[in-house]
């Protein structure tokens, strides 16, 4: 029997065309010979569709997708996702299923049982978790179909559910498992994810194909990895990190498990590939082409324009440089050499009279109120108008250039810096920027490497810098992945030796700017914590604040 | 005997303000000769506490919380509400739990079953379901005490939820009910609760006690009106609605049931009210007291100003008046006859010579580009960055004035009119804001009569007026209520007989300017669905786009 994975790229809500690209990868296999082919979670509709799921429409279209893809099922059996009604009046509405469709008849529609609720997961918000488990049999092969989740149950590493739903069609037993998968990407996962598909195989001895989803939505990269597992255990393929493919692989082969192969990319190569994906896939399902920066002399707007331009093509990127009267000379220099460096076009634009004058509309109301935090947040803000006008007149969409670091603490400007389309690198601590800085310069020097020695400062004020307000970012960022990564305490903190002062201050500092975050753009998660939909905290509170 | 309900206001995280306060009213009641005293859902944490919960260090201080307040229950019983771990390894780390305590005894703690995960609530991201359920036995009286959402799955009126946690203690025969609720504010939320726990009562025939929190946290108002049903399915008396308040009932005079008593505001009043507690509490809760306004002559703004004085006090308002070259005069005269009714001070800063260098400094870059949406936006950005700076200055935080049919097209500018830390009227449709208006204006004129008859415009190019580009209000708000609250499909509108072209014209605003109001302010929610937390949709997708 032949087994074909189609790891493939869909658009939220876009029936139509994820419809195509589906019936199209049916008949790419069938070509190449395969008996059965697999899609990923909810492909029918693209993960995650969030409240549109709670559009009777959507459902109908998906079910609509469904009947299409029927249909192409003459020769193949297609295993595929697609949200399905709940016929009964108790409980939520809808079922994560998996269709096994052969013969344009439905064998098995198997729900999801165990129905992810947390980080970035809202599934129990949309989804009755399965009661029933049944089996497929075909071509005399007996074929245990289950989504994503269903097969991370098995020990005490996500003791977050009751049930395990392998087990449950265990005295069917199976000769091979598909799981059909929406597992998003963070510079992690993959290592947990083969740990959990290991033990299941481990456990069951019997041949794994394991389907996911690649592609950005928003946020959420699905970095793809699908994979192969022999019943010995190992991993008899690995198919691509960040690209489509549809591969077909032959199960007396994958039973045997004499070959394997797996990809051990490092953390920076997974990172630099994945934002490369989240940009160009946030621009390419908008329809967009073309991106404004800008770009300061920092580190951060140099890397965000290194990744823009990688991503979207030299040509589709502008960068606008605009000094202040507390701007260094190097800063314009800098990025004009950075500029030069990718063949980006740049505009610069000084902001000085306007900052005058905008001093001056003020003067009557501030009287002789001295220099503060105002004045720094109205060069940010002159700043982000500028860029946004130039996002405006061409289409260009700004995408925003703050770190993880600056957005866990608020240094930043509402409506300023931290303005933008798209957040880049706002799931990079500041060390993490200076690390792909390195890696992105491994070969030879894109960015400038005055860019990445210079002491970090925002050039608000004269002859400030970061250090002034925050500790070194090495003690700054490792505070802040324990807290914010790890869910560490203040006890917890103290008691890896932080001080004590430290730590209450930063973890205020966090707190307190909650609001900043609830206004910022989306930020591409590459991390297992990123700030945004999977991290909710409240806004009015007085916890460590 | 007696039995005392708490209506009281917690802050998030809080625990030494809200024990305190827990205390305090601990002993009011005492003093009333009350036997029991029951208080809200998780009010020693404050409700929603949201993902402060994934801390252990958080969940330890609820723990010492309730220790604190186990010191105070010699002479009454304290029922309360805290989230409480979950032993088991497996399911998750949490319930969410009343507590029934007497004479510093653990006397029961029952865990809530019915997990309310959708619109705004997320408890199954966090608490594991209770499978077992007992009853209290107290001075010869069987009590039956259960959270919230478990009394919400009487009929067939609410069919998330595959069990009736009631149902499960009917054996104990208990002789009454008290449920401890965070059921927050929308205009017919007090009908729905009261519709279920009258079901409730005609079904148990038994008292029921009904405790709801009151005070606003960040986006929810919890509007109190904590509840006293008669056996013979009559209100015995209802709590005030926005108002903290401890009082005792006699349970024989709660079976007799011999009187009743029932607050009926109409929408008007309750909105009102609402947004009242909602700006104070966003304010007090942070240690805030002053608001700034950008005043522009139209009917929003001048409402939110009308709010923010009822709320703060004329003292702590400021308004900023910014016409440019495009401005009517009338907006500048109408504005300031409505600082002078509510006794506000403002400011006056004209935009034209910012607005001229900034385009002089973009000369270079869109040369003759003719004038467009980008040179609005500029108007925008810049009243956004002057109110900003007032705001930075004086500590006045900014009130965004949109309201929620620009919030649902997209008629407003990031960074510009879409600024501001509180959006105070962005659950209110245009016609809303009106009725609104006229509400306010019902005894004297205080929102001049001019800026309510005027025809709604953004001032941002000669002679532009709302109705260029949006259909009359009456017909787009009868659009979007049943898109947004409704979550009627194309179909369905088309249906009801609105025009197909028009259909998918305001849908299409509706999903593409997501990106939108993923950056504004939190929304105080007034309507059963508001944007912001309740309502989660793709920012990058294709579907009615």
């Not at 799921?53 to 459902?59: A, K, N, Q, V, Y």
């Not at 469709?101 to 997961?121: C, M, N, S, W």
């Not at 390419?284 to 290194?306: C, F, P, Y």
Request: charge should be negative.
């Amino acid at each position: 029997m032949k087994i074909a994975i189609a790891q493939l790229n869909y658009i939220i809500g876009d029936f139509e065309g994820n419809t195509k690209k589906i019936i199209s990868a049916i008949h790419e296999a069938e070509f190449m010979k395969a008996d059965v082919i697999a899609f990923a979670e909810l492909s029918v509709t693209g993960y995650p569709p969030r409240d549109f799921l709670e559009f009777s429409d959507f459902i109908k279209r998906g079910e609509d997708s469904i009947e299409k893809i029927k249909e192409h099922t003459q020769n193949i059996a297609v295993v595929i996702g697609s949200p399905s009604r709940n016929p009964e009046i108790e409980g939520k509405d809808l079922y994560n299923s998996v269709y096994f469709i052969y013969k344009g008849r439905e064998v098995l529609r198997q729900h999801k049982a165990l129905l992810p609720t947390y980080d970035i997961f809202d599934e129990y918000r949309y989804f009755e978790p399965a009661k029933e488990f049944g089996i497929v049999e075909f071509k005399g092969k007996k074929i245990a179909i289950n989504v994503c989740e269903d097969l991370w149950n098995l020990g005490n590493e996500n003791p977050l559910y009751t049930i395990n739903p392998m087990d449950e069609v265990l005295p069917y037993s199976p000769d091979f498992i598909i799981n059909i998968s929406a597992s998003p990407f963070h510079y992690n996962q993959a290592k947990s994810r083969k740990a959990v598909l290991k033990a299941n195989v481990e456990r069951y001895k019997i041949p794994l194909f394991y389907v996911n989803h690649i592609g950005a939505q928003t946020e959420l990269i699905f970095d793809g990895g699908s994979m192969v597992w022999s019943p010995n255990g190992k991993i008899y393929e690995e198919m691509p990190y960040f690209r489509e493919e549809i591969k077909v692989f032959d199960l007396d082969e994958v039973e045997k498990g004499e070959k394997t192969a797996e990809q051990k990319p490092d953390k920076m190569t997974l990172i630099h590939q994945a934002l490369n994906l989240g940009i160009k896939d946030y621009f390419g399902k908008l329809g967009l082409t073309k991106a404004v920066i800008g770009l300061s002399g920092g580190l951060d707007s140099a890397l965000t324009t290194v990744l823009a331009a990688e991503a979207l093509g030299a040509e589709n990127v502008i960068a606008v440089l605009m000094p202040s009267q507390f701007s260094s000379d190097h800063s314009v220099t800098d990025s004009i050499e950075l500029a030069g460096n990718l063949g980006i076009s740049y505009e610069i634009i000084k902001i000085e009279e306007i900052y005058n004058i905008i001093e001056e509309k003020l003067k009557p109301i501030f009287g002789d109120l001295p220099f503060n935090v105002t004045e720094e947040n109205i060069q940010a803000r002159i700043r982000g108008l500028l860029v946004m006008a130039v996002s405006n007149k061409f289409g260009n969409i700004l995408l925003n250039t703050t770190n993880k670091s600056e957005m866990a603490v608020g240094y930043g400007t509402l409506y300023g810096d931290l303005a933008g389309g798209l957040s880049v690198i706002g799931d990079l601590y500041k060390t993490e920027v200076f690390e792909l800085a390195r890696y992105i310069n491994r070969e030879r020097e894109i960015i400038p490497q005055n860019i990445i020695d210079k002491k970090p400062s925002a050039e608000l004020r004269p002859n400030q810098f970061d250090t002034d307000s925050l500790p070194p970012y090495e003690v700054l960022d490792e505070i802040l992945y324990q807290y914010i990564e790890k869910r560490q305490g203040p006890k917890d903190l103290i008691n890896k030796g932080f001080d004590p002062a430290l730590v209450a201050r930063i973890l205020k500092m966090v707190n307190v700017n909650e609001f900043k975050r609830h206004q910022t753009a989306p930020i591409l998660r590459v991390s297992e914590k990123a700030f945004g939909v999977g991290r909710r905290m409240p806004i009015v509170g007085r916890y460590l604040a």
